[in-house]
């Protein structure tokens, strides 16, 4: 392993993605470099892109995302992914060739892709960032204080789905605006899945006083993470949106009931005690069905059905006789209507 001094003007002319934004660059002064430096997850690494593919552009801190050309050097997180509609990648075992497989800046080793992706993005990583120590810096080093007091947690409102693409995102951030319609002082969080500012921006747009998610917990993806890690994302990431002030929280837990990371935080004590409502969004009558089943098999309190499927009025009606549930689209969701149509306005604005 070499350690290599990196200057502040040739770091910050690096293109720097949304993952890492919380991290102070200011410590990195040094690079890890050549055999023997294993990458982990959440080491933050300069890199060089070295062949366009799937990800032609990158989340930048502002927001903005940037076209990436060959020859680029960017600042990204290593992380793990898991998403069925694009990438399944892991963090290498050494600093080779490995892939852009977010647009939000995780570097990772490509497993397998869905086939309407192109092939990943191949970067070439330069070194690891280090303090002048050469201690390497990971998104843990920004990770919020995690709460040892006992606090009370406004009224939580969690959003799960059947799978990726399910129209979850689009459903908490209606929700939220409806919310925020009735007067109410919206936090919301992004639970799991992988470094992307896109959801927590549209939550903040839809009117999220606060929005957070679980790169400001310190974790880049939340793919191979254990139980307890992501049990202790949720409760970080409410205890400081309560802390906060806000009057309820509308959270978002990625991808599908499936996912190994997804069903053991909706199966854990920490959830049930945490949320007080769930919405499940579904692409069709027969996943919402299931799912709402599922949810119930584990003592959670479905409210409502919405996503994809309230695109069609006849998979609507089907949803809400399979389900026995009311089915929201995305009009009524915006509508301050939601906080009584909910049947939990009076425990909200006792929260409030």
């Given at each position: ?25 200011g410590s990195a002064v040094n690079l890890l470099t050549g055999t023997g430096v294993t990458p982990q997850a959440g080491d933050l690494v300069l890199a060089r892109v070295e062949k366009i593919g799937q990800h032609a552009g ?48 995780i570097a990772a080793q490509a497993l397998s892709w869905h086939a309407s992706m192109k092939s990943p993005t191949v970067i070439a990583p330069i070194g690891l960032l280090a303090n002048d120590q050469g201690h390497r810096i990971n998104l843990s080093c920004a990770a919020l204080e995690k709460s040892s007091h006992p606090q009370s947690l406004p009224y939580t409102l969690a959003v ?193």
């Amino acid at each position: 392993m070499n350690i290599l001094p990196i200057s502040q003007s040739r770091l910050l002319s690096a293109k720097i993605s949304y993952t890492p934004r919380n991290v102070k660059l200011g410590s990195a002064v040094n690079l890890l470099t050549g055999t023997g430096v294993t990458p982990q997850a959440g080491d933050l690494v300069l890199a060089r892109v070295e062949k366009i593919g799937q990800h032609a552009g990158l989340e930048l801190t502002n927001g903005r995302r940037a076209a990436l050309f060959a020859g680029d050097e960017i600042v990204v997180c290593y992380g793990n992914r898991y998403a069925p509609d694009q990438f399944e990648a892991e963090v290498p075992g050494d600093l080779a060739e490995c892939h852009l497989v977010a647009a939000g800046g995780i570097a990772a080793q490509a497993l397998s892709w869905h086939a309407s992706m192109k092939s990943p993005t191949v970067i070439a990583p330069i070194g690891l960032l280090a303090n002048d120590q050469g201690h390497r810096i990971n998104l843990s080093c920004a990770a919020l204080e995690k709460s040892s007091h006992p606090q009370s947690l406004p009224y939580t409102l969690a959003v799960v789905g059947t799978a990726m693409n399910a129209g979850k995102t689009t459903t908490a951030a209606n929700l939220i605006r409806g919310l925020s319609n009735a007067g109410l002082r919206v936090g919301a969080a992004k639970v799991t899945g992988t470094g992307s500012g896109k959801d927590i921006w549209f939550m903040g747009d839809a009117g999220a006083r606060l929005a957070l998610d679980f790169t400001d917990a310190g974790f880049p993806s939340t793919f191979r993470s254990s139980p307890a890690e992501v049990a202790g994302i949720l409760d970080t990431l409410t205890r400081h949106l309560a802390k906060a002030g806000m009057d309820v929280i509308v959270l978002e837990v990625a991808d599908g009931l499936y996912q190994a990371e997804t069903a053991a935080l909706l199966d854990s004590p920490v959830f049930s005690k945490t949320v007080d409502g769930v919405i499940f969004a579904a692409g069709d009558a027969m996943g919402a069905a299931a799912g709402v089943s599922w949810l119930r098999s584990k003592g959670l309190p479905v409210h409502a059905v919405s996503g994809l499927l309230t695109a069609s009025p006849l998979a609507i009606t089907e949803a809400a006789s399979a389900t026995g549930l009311p089915v929201y689209d995305k009009r009524m969701l915006r509508d301050a209507a939601i906080l009584s149509d909910l049947g939990v306005c009076s425990r909200i604005a006792a929260s409030a």
